[in-house]
């Protein structure tokens, strides 16, 4: 007779170990709960194995050739410039195994008996069935089991050919060839910085808008920085088959033509990771994806004791929106039924090209103005040799409250940094004139899209200001 496997109890269940996961279960841990943790492998985070860190591993070699070979700009002749493929990709990989180590150590510091190394699924509305045969019986179970890529068809038929984010940071050397299908965050990023090393990209999308740009003046900006290194063809069905090179690439739509690339890197999105976790058993009720019902402001699920956190939720996919979910999900989760509702941050993206595209907050509200600069012409733009690039903010009427921005800039991310800062904080385009603007900054490049806001509404331009613009600012 074989022995019964144990139940384990707890008060919350956190499933998966991502970045999502580990904050729900720090949070409800540090707010008194018995917690576990739950996942198969506990190899670290997506963001340090196969997301942020790697690619922006490669982004970094990519931005290291680039400022190489554009030195001749300021009289500096670097000679040939060769790029090591083998050696880039060797870095790559060594720094994106010691972020994962330490995100590995870091869950070892996790006190003894709250991880337990099982895949689960549901088997009621608070108990969990782990592939090894234990049940865990939970007061509440947060779901944080993250995305995976989309592989559809053709492309599935492609085999090693075909790369995705779990595959492609293994590339022992750079391919000659790339076709990168897809033009999100993954997509541009890549092929950039792929272009950039010396493979010969080309990026195809269905869509006719790169990176979901709201704005047209900086989706042309993005075109064009994009298109010096990569053949772009956007609105296109694309269609792949096995050759002798590795694959054979044929698009139609918005101009057609056939090329043949070692490898295909397919960045076409990533489905929140729901199979196999019978949600039906924790009788939740789901969007036409799947996806369970919830309030991002608590992340619950419905008037269940299941929370959602991280990709999984597919709200805002991202890494500073996956820890915030994550403690909000772990904070609530041991406190049920007491749930607090918490304000979420405006959205906030950043795509890492160069230079780097930012989307923040809304676009339109009733009574929308916008204010417009260009960094074609910024001074400190030109000193440096990067003039190029295009701001668009966008305000409330009628107190020119700002709302959003879409922006490709130099110093872009930092940019994006300050405007989030003073959106979230619900700060007007006055406030932010009547700040100081160091000179020559990149900074000063918000002056004139701010100045635009104050004139379009019938907010005054702060009375002490100045309003000219120094040299080239
Ligand atoms: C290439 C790439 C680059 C990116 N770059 C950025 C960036 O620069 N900035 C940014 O903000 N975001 C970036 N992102 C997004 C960011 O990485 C994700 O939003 C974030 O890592 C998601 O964390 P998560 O906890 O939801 O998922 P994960 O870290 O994937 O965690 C999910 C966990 O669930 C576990 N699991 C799955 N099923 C089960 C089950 N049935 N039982 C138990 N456990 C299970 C898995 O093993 C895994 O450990 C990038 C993503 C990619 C792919
Ligand atoms: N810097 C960052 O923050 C960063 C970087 C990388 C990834 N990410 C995260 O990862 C997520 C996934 O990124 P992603 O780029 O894979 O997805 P995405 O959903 O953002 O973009 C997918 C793109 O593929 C296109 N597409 C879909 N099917 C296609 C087809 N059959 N043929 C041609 N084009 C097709 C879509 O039109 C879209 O432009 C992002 O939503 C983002 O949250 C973030």
């Not at 779990?166 to 790339?178: A, G």
């Not at 930012?358 to 339109?364: K, Y």
């Not at 990067?386 to 940019?415: C, F, K, S, V």
Request: hydrophobic share 40%.
């Amino acid at each position: 007779m074989s022995a019964e496997k144990p139940v384990l109890s707890c008060d919350v269940a956190v499933v998966g170990a991502g970045t999502a996961g580990l904050a729900a279960e720090r949070s409800a841990r540090k707010n008194g709960a018995k917690t576990l943790l739950i996942d198969p492998e506990f190899i670290g985070t997506l963001c340090a194995n196969y997301g942020c860190m790697p690619s922006k591993l490669v982004i970094a070699a990519a931005k290291a050739r680039h400022e190489v070979a554009r030195a001749g700009l300021f009289g500096i002749d670097a000679g040939e410039v060769r790029v090591d493929g083998p050696a880039v990709m060797n870095r790559v990989r060594e720094e994106r195994d010691r972020f994962a180590r330490l995100t590995r150590e870091s869950i070892e510091d996790i006190p003894k008996g709250i991880r337990i190394r099982a895949k689960a699924r549901f088997s009621g509305s608070n108990t969990l069935a782990l592939d090894d045969g234990r049940t865990v019986e939970a007061k509440a179970i947060v779901i944080a089991t993250g995305s995976a890529p989309a592989m559809p068809t053709p492309f599935d038929k492609l085999g090693a050919c075909a790369l995705t984010n779990r595959t492609i940071f293994e590339l022992e050397d750079l391919p000659k060839s790339m076709a990168v299908v897809g033009s999100g965050p993954i997509g541009l990023e890549l092929a950039q910085a792929f272009a950039r090393l010396g493979t010969k990209v080309t990026l195809f999308d269905q869509s006719q808008r790169m990176g979901k740009v709201r704005c047209p003046k900086v989706h042309a900006a993005l075109c064009a920085v994009i298109e010096a290194d990569v053949d772009v063809h956007l609105g296109v069905e694309v269609d792949a088959s096995p050759c002798e090179v590795g694959a054979r690439v044929a698009w139609s739509g918005n101009g057609s033509g056939e090329i043949e690339v070692e490898k295909v890197l397919v960045a076409v999105g990533r489905p929140p990771v729901l199979d196999g976790l019978d949600l039906e058993k924790a009788g939740l009720e789901c969007d036409e994806h799947g996806v369970p019902l919830h309030d991002r402001e608590t992340m619950r699920c419905g008037g269940s004791s299941v929370f959602l956190a991280g990709d999984v939720a597919a709200d805002v996919p991202l890494l500073h929106e996956a820890s915030h979910d994550g403690a909000i999900a772990g904070r609530n989760a041991s406190a049920l039924p007491a749930t607090i509702s918490t304000e979420r941050y405006v959205n906030f993206a950043i795509t890492f090209t160069e230079p780097p595209l930012v989307s923040i907050g809304s676009a339109e509200e009733d009574g929308a103005v916008t204010g417009n600069a260009s960094f074609d012409d910024q001074g400190r733009a030109r000193v440096e040799g990067r003039n190029e690039g295009e701001l668009t903010l966008y305000a409330a009427a009628p107190d020119g409250r700002l709302i959003g921005a879409d922006l490709i800039a130099p110093a872009g991310e930092h940019l994006g940094h300050i405007l989030a800062w003073a959106i979230q904080q619900g700060q007007t385009a006055t406030q932010l004139l009547e700040m100081p603007f160091y000179h020559p900054t990149i900074e000063e490049g918000l002056k004139s899209a701010l100045r635009t806001i104050c004139a379009s509404t019938p907010i005054e331009l702060p009375a002490d200001q100045d309003t000219g613009t120094p040299s080239g600012g």
